[in-house]
């Protein structure tokens, strides 16, 4: 059974950084494409960054140069880097992993920007 845990939400302050972590069970570390997906209060689902298994990153313009996905492929772990934070930025964010085209979801971390 695969398992995403998401961990590293909080309150930050607009320009302030947080690291997000999500630690997979019950699949090939290697395997699969991870990622972060994001949803804000009375918004749809969007997509933040994902990344490949070769490690190759690909970001939303929204995220693009303030944001960082990287992964461990031995501790089965992603995670996001988010510098320069933004009001926009709140949401509750969900770690993503897609094995052989079959999505599976964290539970989602909330991150919240505030002054």
């Known amino acids: 059974q695969v398992q995403l845990v998401e961990s590293g939400g909080g309150l930050a302050k607009p320009g302030g950084s947080l690291r997000l972590s999500c630690v997979a069970s019950g699949t090939t570390p290697s395997e699969g494409i991870m990622g972060w997906y994001r949803q804000a209060p009375g918004k749809q689902r969007e997509w933040v960054a994902l990344?490949?298994?070769?490690?190759?990153?690909n970001y939303a313009d929204s995220v693009k140069d303030r944001f960082t996905i990287s992964r461990d492929n031995i501790k089965n772990t992603v995670y996001l880097q988010m510098n320069n934070l933004e009001f926009d930025d709140t949401a509750v964010y969900y770690c993503?992993?897609?094995?052989?085209?079959?999505?599976?979801w964290g539970r989602g971390t909330q991150v919240t920007v505030s002054s």
């Open positions: 990344i490949n298994r070769d490690g190759s990153p």
């Open positions: 993503y992993k897609e094995i052989w085209a079959r999505p599976y």
